[in-house]
């Protein structure tokens, strides 16, 4: 391995703020998918606020950056970027003002970070899903969300799109033309009201400006996506069938979804639901489908049972921002005490990655990432990041993500706290 690939990622960098002639242009590229997609930005109890500020916002598809951009010109902003996003392009992010961060790790570092970017007088841009959304529903928040508004003492504003999911969701990112798409750029906190709340508070506040569901969305709004093949990858997220309750076996062609263990065929409709050739359609809803899953692996981590066994995986790791390093092959396990990943490199020598299951509270997942390497599950500490492919055996990284979420929160039920916002 060459010695310039083991160089870390410098994340102490001060965020820079986005060069002058870089904000007209990143307007430019953003504006034309804005005016394709008719997006209609509604602003609430912005009248007279102006930056520093915290800018939270939901993330569903790329198009999320460009609306942002589009509803904050010609206000400069920091953002707050995974490391992959990175790769190979370091010099024009740091341009444009992103911040590096290694996703669901505790990073001391970026609240400095934070600090700085408000109090260079811009706004600080922060996905708190710290993912696409895998259903179009929202995905956890980090307890810190409240704590890190009280110690920023600027105003806390969220901007929450809507339609994006249905234009290009995660698990096919195929565009789909979906117009009007619709955002809201909400002030939820005053400096003086984060002063009188509780962080708890904060936090529950911030959970239910976040609640949002797409498929719903769609439906409410009669939005038809026509594209045929518009099924195709939504077994990515439904896993497991609810008539037979096999498990990998899914499928999916042109605008249907089926099961190869029973054969049971469900189509999936122009208005974003699903409905079963033949017998019951069990979940017409497919968020309600997702929690269905969550249910059953909540069930074996209750029980303690959940254990992918040893799977064999492929690691490659992303050090700085230069390119993907391949480790090697390895096992993954994932079980009730978090993850584990060992393996050898070309050379003989070991590596090895372990993750409790306290350590996280959500992962990151990819489906055919840069649609050639296949599904995958992001892992990270705060010096590397290890993309790690599972092959020649049955799984879905879907599943690692919904266990990962809910062994955080049996430990946190067992422990009596509550350290995740919104949740009983």
Known sequence: MKQE??????????????????????????????????????????????????????????????????????HRANYIVAIDGFIGREWLLRRVGCICKRKFTNDVLLIRQIRRSLQNGDICMIYPEARYSLCGTTALLPASLGTLCKLMRVPVVTLICHGHHIDSPFWNLHPRGVKPTEAELTLLFTPEELKNTSVEEINNRIVSAFQYDEYAWQKERGIAVTWKKRAEGLEKVLYQCPNCKAEYRMASEGAKLFCRACGKIWHYTELGELRAETGETEFPHIPDWYEWERSMVRAQVEAGTYDTGELPVTVRSLPNAKRFILLGEATLRHDMQGFTVRGKDADGDPFEMIKPASSMYSCHIEYEYLGKFGDCVDLNTLEDTWYIYPHDCDFAVTKMALATEELYLKLQRDSGRRNLPGLA
Do not use: Q
Not at 27 to 45: E, W
């Open 5 to 74: 690939e083991l160089i870390r990622f410098d994340m102490k960098k001060p965020p820079m703020r986005t060069a002058w002639y870089l904000r007209p242009l990143t307007a430019l590229l953003s504006a034309p998918d804005v005016l394709i997609h008719r997006t209609k930005i509604v602003r609430t109890g912005m009248e007279g606020i102006k930056p520093p500020y915290l800018l939270l916002c939901n993330h569903n598809a790329f198009l999320d950056f460009k609306v942002a951009t589009m509803a904050t010109f010609p």
